[in-house]
Nanobody, 121 residues
Framework: QVHLVESGGGLVQAGGSLRLSCVVS????????MGWYRQAPGKQRELVAT???????NYAASVKGRFIISRDNAKNTVYLQMNSLKPEDTAVYYC???????????????WGQGTQVTVSS
């Protein structure tokens, strides 16, 4: 079973930056397309960025040009650099699997606890 641990969230002012990390257990990591998701209060969880095993990236329109997803296969870790943060980016952020092609969710059987990001105006 895959185990995911997210970290790096916090409280930041609008326009600021944060870097999230997610450590993934399991030998499948280097072959897996990974994604960052977020869920704001009262809203459905949404996919915001994906990265394939070959480091091809894709982004939701709402974060394109501001967020950067990356991975370190040696550390089984995926990152999300978030710049020019806006109050509407406030959410709990999760990492999980994603589709290998296109842009869509393909989560593993479990989710981590997520990390809270709060952007003040």
């Amino acid at each position: 079973q895959v185990h995911l641990v997210e970290s790096g969230g916090g409280l930041v002012q609008a326009g600021g930056s944060l870097r999230l990390s997610c450590v993934v257990s399991g030998s499948i990591f280097s072959l897996s397309t990974m994604g960052w998701y977020r869920q704001a209060p009262g809203k459905q969880r949404e996919l915001v960025a994906t990265i394939t095993g070959g480091n091809s990236t894709n982004y939701a329109a709402s974060v394109k040009g501001r967020f950067i997803i990356s991975r370190d296969n040696a550390k089984n870790t995926v990152y999300l650099q978030m710049n020019s943060l806006k109050p509407e980016d406030t959410a709990v952020y999760y990492c999980n699997g994603a589709r290998n092609s296109g842009f869509g969710p393909a989560p593993f059987s479990s989710w981590g606890q997520g990390t809270q990001v709060t952007v003040s105006s």
